[in-house]
């Protein structure tokens, strides 16, 4: 996982509540392409016309915003499918931070796991940032000291758990860490074998082919 | 036999009870590594999750606490293979290999056990009250209607899962939802769920675990929780429940993979242990009046746009704010109606019945029984998608398929279907479903496609009539 210290770049405003996770990449894509490839179908639904032109009226589409690796979104970004699948077409689309008034719960866990970093802001915030997606205008984005400098000067500060952040500094996932506490995992599991032994397919019950 | 707890002399949630009993290890700041004691595989994610695992050179911890079967993109045509939809084959074939690797119980198709992964845990009795369970997929908050902390994970936390068999987690807040007083005739678990969502939000359970209580609650039956807990992540919260009562306990009874004898005895004793104390506190309270709500079906792109079928579709210049404006607007667009108009008499192209939120024997009960000997409208295309192989079995030994042939439904097999349209069965740009399923969101059944969330009872309706219809009226 690629660590998280400074972004910079152009911020997109993407001013609209409730992206759920389909509109951010459709399940077909994901059963048909390496995760890599799945830049140009991020945002499907509202990039392309139906009949499969760019609509310029869409934020990314446009020459200021189509590289932009910060986006501004609205409330409950993320929401709906589990599918890690819309993390991975943002990075592919090159947006390594989403700022939003709120998230999803399980995108927001999948951002941490792919070193994309989610930032929460309340709504005033949010409002003043969108309005800062100006043409042209450079954001920085800064996870060391927790603040974002707004292309129009401005700065924000922002709230993160010190668990996750530590871990996108380091470019960490979950794994290695917790594979370390296997005696611990042990532990309570042979407890359990013994508090609720039914818990156990090999102790207490008896699954007969049915 | 003691019931697992930590020293607390606190009231305590159902979700506190059945969390701290897992927590394998505080990690400060108010994140736990968490056991999780039941994981379902399904044929997109758990796939991949089964391939990931083996390209980091890990293996799985307890394979005998994982199920696995394909439901997302196999085909529901009758007469299907693994391969009768083609870019799901490689899905397919790559879920029973993996699984056969691994050591890992797997639910083939046309097997006893094969269905949508939430329609599965529970009737096997594979999820029981006070486990935790979780699967790649968000509706599995639906097996909370058990009593058990069930939540759906993307492919990284379905990874470390089956490498620890725990998980890193912040808990979450607790929000109460009391359903008060008892619903009308007519009206079921889906309308209940959809007129909360209406009223909070669809992001209102963002960072909380709900738990549902009150009269209408402890009046349904288990499948009739399972469809409302279903739709908690619609509300925006991973996790919904119920507290388990003697309907749990009598629905886990006799289940092949529940305990049996004295184990199912001791077991039943701890699920009775776990309901809310008298005086636990919930971070947020909510309280609907059951008996107020209406059939209740969606207009617009988000599970909150939903309304009663007899009231009028709402108008942007009504909305509470600019952003909520605009929403509406493209919502009404996508969708082709017009503000103030009336949702009944609408009319629909396709109507599917099927789905983790309803597709169970009781929900296909429900749909035959209003059929009455009529006929599917001329020009609608509908479907019923039983939600497992033993839902099937059962139905037809009922007759139910014969009723649905008889009145021109196509009577399909197991699997997602159109809810999650990753097997090639999608709506046509333009076509307006009525859908039993949980998701209305732009695209979500096809590109162009117009769902409309409804209830068996209404989507029964709609297909008989044409259009969308009160299904009291019909």
């Known amino acids: 996982m690629q660590p998280f210290t400074v972004l910079n770049g152009a911020a997109a405003a993407l001013p609209i ?81 989403v700022i939003a008034e709120s998230f999803g719960d399980i995108f927001h866990a999948n951002c941490f796991q792919n070193g994309v970093l989610p930032i929460r802001l309340a709504p005033e915030h949010i409002a003043h940032a969108q309005a800062a997606c100006t043409a042209g205008a450079q954001w920085t984005v800064d996870l060391r000291s927790q603040r974002i400098t707004l292309g129009d000067g401005g700065t924000l500060r922002f709230d993160i758990d010190p668990l996750r952040r530590e871990a996108l500094l380091e470019g960490l996932d979950d794994i290695g860490r917790t594979l370390r506490l296997g005696d611990a995992i042990a532990a309570w599991q042979a407890r359990d074998r013994t508090n609720r032994p039914w818990i156990w397919p090999d102790t207490a019950t008896a699954p007969t082919p049915i | 036999m003691t019931a697992p707890s930590t020293p607390t002399a606190a009231a305590r949630t159902l979700f506190d009870k059945v969390w701290d009993a897992h927590v394998v290890q505080s990690l400060g700041d108010g994140w736990d590594l968490l056991h999780i004691d039941r994981h379902l595989l399904h044929d997109l994610s758990g796939t991949a999750g089964l391939r990931d695992l083996a390209e980091r050179n890990l293996s799985v911890r307890n394979p005998e606490l994982a199920f696995a079967t394909p439901d997302h993109a196999v085909s529901s045509a009758p007469g299907r293979t693994g391969e009768t939809f083609a870019g799901g084959a490689r899905l397919y074939h790559g879920l029973k290999l993996l699984t056969r690797r691994a050591g890992i119980r797997l639910f083939d198709l046309g097997q006893p056990g094969q269905g949508i992964v939430h329609v599965m845990g529970p009737e096997l009795g594979i999820v029981q009250p006070g486990m935790t369970l979780i699967c790649g997929d968000s509706h599995t908050c639906t097996n909370g209607a058990l009593g058990a902390i069930a939540f759906g994970v993307g492919s990284s936390e379905l990874t470390h899962a089956l490498a620890s068999q725990t998980l890193v987690l912040r808990r979450p807040h607790t929000l109460r939802v009391r359903f008060d007083g008892r619903t009308r005739e007519g009206v079921g678990a889906k309308d209940l769920a959809l007129a909360l969502i209406a009223r909070l939000g669809a992001s209102a359970g963002t960072g909380f675990a709900v738990e549902y209580a009150g009269e209408a609650v402890s009046a349904m039956e288990v499948e009739q929780r399972m469809t409302l807990c279903n739709l908690s992540i619609e509300l925006g919260a991973r996790i919904g429940m119920v507290a388990p009562d003697d309907k749990t306990v009598a629905y886990l009874l006799g289940r092949p993979h529940a305990p049996h004898g004295a184990a199912f005895a001791a077991a039943a004793a701890h699920w009775r242990t776990l309901a809310g104390d008298t005086g636990a506190v919930y971070a947020r309270e909510e309280r609907i009046d059951a ?118 439904f196509e009577w399909r097999e197991p699997g997602c279907s159109m809810c999650v349209a990753a097997n090639g069965e999608q709506a046509a740009p333009g076509e307006r479903v009525v859908s039993t399923s949980n998701r209305n969101f732009v695209g979500r059944q096809g590109p162009g496609a117009r769902t409309h969330l409804a209830s068996p009872a209404s989507a029964v309706a709609a297909a008989l009539a044409g259009a969308i219809t009160d299904p009291r009226s019909f």
């Open chain 2, 291 to 408: 008996a107020a709500v209406e059939p209740t079906l969606t207009w617009g792109t988000s599970p909150e746009h939903a309304m009663a079928v007899n009231a009028r579709i709402p108008d942007p210049a009504d909305a509470a704010n600019a952003a909520q404006q605009q929403a509406w607007q493209a919502a009404l667009d996508y969708m082709g109606l017009a503000p103030n108009a009336r949702l009944e008499g609408t009319r629909v192209d396709r109507v599917f019945i099927g789905s983790c939120a309803n597709s169970r024997l009781s929900d296909l009960r429900e749909a035959a029984a209003l059929i009455r000997g009529r006929r599917v409208a001329q020009h609608v295309r509908a479907w019923i998608v039983p939600g497992s192989e033993n839902v099937k079995r059962a139905a037809q030994d009922e007759r139910l398929d014969d009723v649905f042939r008889a009145a021109g």
């Open chain 1, 17 to 97: 509540d409730n992206v759920d996770t389909d509109v951010i990449i459709r399940i077909e894509r994901l059963t048909s392409l390496a995760r890599d490839d799945l830049g140009p179908w991020a945002f499907e639904a509202l990039r392309y016309r139906p009949d499969g032109g760019e609509d310029p009226a869409f934020v990314l589409n446009q020459p200021p915003w189509r590289e932009a690796p910060i986006l501004v979104a609205g409330r409950n970004f993320g929401c709906g499918s589990s599918r890690e699948g819309a993390v991975w077409a943002l990075l592919a689309r090159g947006i390594r931070c």
